[in-house]
């Protein structure tokens, strides 16, 4: 979508942006991710608001307010999509049933990763004590639902992982270190990385990506390339 809407694209090109656009669009929903389709919707809606108010076609940007309206009206006629998006604020209704999971589990992981990061407010339990911790406070608050043999639940949110396992100290480096990227690249108008951290910071408020090398690798890898990123270039 960045590619597309920020510089002039070949025909053939465009075509095979806009397909791979369309499968990847496929798959996020396919996964299910509220939070990722959320972010993804925010940031590609927030990219043709401003080209379009740039550029002042704004019937072009009230045709797409009116798509995502009608996109919205659709799904939310799905009765698998109303039970889905209702969990988020109604999810003390569904505990028992075959709803209660995502959010009413992320609020009890949520509630003793604080706990945990209380008991330990400087320095954190450790790098490889936190699932420990968190699993000791899911016992001692009987947290039932979080004790099922054989999985360990994270933070499930990267700012409260990074807090529990080195506490305010590495939560303040962490935040410092993301705030003076964003600053720099707002200065040099370095959208493409800051279109890239807003949708992973959104996303990890949900998930610990840094839990795993995979997300550490991930974030690393193209965190460090499109910082380096020029506008114009390529």
Not at 205 to 220: K, W
Request: charge should be positive.
């Amino acid at each position: 979508v960045y590619q597309i809407l920020t510089r002039r694209v070949p025909r053939g090109e465009r075509l095979l942006l806009r397909a791979s656009l369309l499968l990847l669009a496929i798959f996020l929903f396919l996964l299910g991710s509220r939070t990722a389709i959320m972010a993804t919707l925010l940031a590609t809606g927030a990219m043709f608001a401003i080209r379009a108010i740039r550029q002042r076609r704004y019937g072009r940007l009230l045709l797409f307010l009116l798509v995502i309206a009608l996109g919205g009206f659709a799904g939310s006629r799905s009765s698998l999509a109303q039970q889905k998006w209702k969990e988020i604020y109604q999810y003390d209704q569904f505990q028992g049933s075959a709803y209660w999971g995502g959010t009413g589990m992320r609020v009890l992981i949520w509630d003793c990763a604080l706990k945990v990061m209380a008991n330990n407010p400087v320095w954190g339990v450790g790098v490889g004590d936190d699932l420990d911790e968190l699993t000791l406070c899911y016992k001692v608050y009987q947290y039932n639902q979080l004790l099922v043999q054989g999985n360990n639940f994270h933070a499930h949110n990267i700012f409260l992982q990074a807090g529990v396992r080195a506490g305010w100290l590495g939560l303040i480096v962490l935040l410092v270190s993301l705030l003076f990227t964003v600053w720099n690249s707002y200065r040099n108008k370095n959208w493409l990385y800051l279109l890239f951290v807003s949708i992973f910071l959104f996303c990890g408020l949900t998930e610990s990506y840094f839990q795993v090398n995979a997300g550490v690798l991930f974030f690393a890898f193209f965190a460090g390339l499109l910082y380096s990123f020029k506008p114009g270039f390529g």
